[in-house]
């Protein structure tokens, strides 16, 4: 627990060399936590490239607040690379078998249609469809306002 809370606490304090040089000094006693403490840190830092390329290398399954985390940080970015980052971290969350809240579902909608990317929103839409998950009322609002604000209201009454 020590190791991650200073790994954690150097990585948010701006001290990423010395979060790595202390990771890296574990050595064998390196832990499956250690890693999740470096994505975590780079979470809440708002490394998020740093915290993604940490995270798509571990094969198991993470706390959930470390994906929230994560998940959250790419999704408020605003850049279509990183909004397309998050939906691999849910596509990734769904393989280790941890289920998503039924938050990040409309999070990840919200967010491709906040940058101009309803047909993303549809299509994420669709797998939620294949995968016999039912989206809430604020997804289904926010593919209405998108289809609205494109002017296609033929859509948005569908």
């Known amino acids: 627990v020590t190791h991650n809370m200073v790994i954690e606490g150097l990585i948010v304090a701006g001290k990423i060399d010395e979060?790595?040089?202390?990771?890296?000094?574990?050595?064998l006693d390196k832990s499956p936590e250690n890693e999740v403490s470096m994505v975590k840190g780079y979470?809440?830092?708002g490394r998020l490239d740093e915290a993604f390329e940490r995270f798509i290398r571990l094969d198991f399954?993470?706390?959930?607040?470390?994906?929230?985390?994560?998940?959250?940080?790419?999704c408020a970015a605003d850049?279509?690379?990183?909004?397309?980052?998050?939906?691999?971290?849910?596509?990734r969350m769904w393989k280790l078998g941890v289920e998503p809240g039924e938050r990040m579902y409309g999070m990840l909608v919200g967010?491709?249609?906040?940058?101009?990317?309803?047909?993303?929103?549809?299509q994420f839409l669709e797998v939620l469809d294949g995968r016999e998950i039912i989206p809430d009322l604020y997804?289904?609002?926010t593919?209405?306002?998108?289809?609205?604000?494109?002017n296609e209201l033929k859509q948005a009454y569908a």
């Open 19 to 27: 979060a790595e040089a202390f990771y890296e000094s574990l050595g």
């Open 43 to 45: 979470s809440e830092a």
């Open 61 to 74: 399954p993470l706390p959930k607040n470390v994906y929230f985390t994560l998940f959250t940080s790419l």
């Open 79 to 91: 850049i279509i690379n990183y909004i397309g980052k998050a939906q691999v971290l849910l596509e």
């Open 111 to 122: 967010a491709w249609c906040r940058v101009d990317n309803v047909r993303k929103a549809e």
């Open 139 to 141: 997804t289904y609002t």
């Open 143 to 150: 593919m209405i306002n998108a289809y609205c604000r494109k």
